[in-house]
Nanobody, 115 residues
Framework: QVQLVESGGGLVQPGGSLRLSCAGSGTIFKFDAMAWYRQAPGQQRELVAAITSGDSTQYADSVKGRFTISRDNGKNMVSLQMNSLKSEDTATYYC?????????WGQGTQVTVSS
């Protein structure tokens, strides 16, 4: 059974940094695209950043220049480095992966940006 497990969330002050990681297990095959989504209370889940198997990346406008997505294909891992965090970045962050038209989600990790 394929699973995605996130880690690295927590409480940080505005202007601070956090690094989220997501490890995939249960498969020997490399995921196609991997991504991070987030969902704040009362809001729809939105794409934060995505990266293809060829390392092409895309970012939401709200995080460009502050967040960086990267992946380790050998370990089926994806990370999200978040710098200059703002209160509006507060949300539950979810790891997402696709392979052969199947999609997988992690359980989510909470990021709270507050002084």
């Amino acid at each position: 059974q394929v699973q995605l497990v996130e880690s690295g969330g927590g409480l940080v002050q505005p202007g601070g940094s956090l690094r989220l990681s997501c490890a995939g297990s249960g498969t020997i095959f490399k995921f196609d695209a991997m991504a991070w989504y987030r969902q704040a209370p009362g809001q729809q889940r939105e794409l934060v950043a995505a990266i293809t198997s060829g390392d092409s990346t895309q970012y939401a406008d709200s995080v460009k220049g502050r967040f960086t997505i990267s992946r380790d294909n050998g370990k089926n891992m994806v990370s999200l480095q978040m710098n200059s965090l703002k209160s509006e970045d507060t949300a539950t962050y979810y790891c997402h992966a696709t392979r052969s038209s199947r999609t997988y989600w992690g359980q989510g990790t909470q990021v709270t940006v507050s002084s």
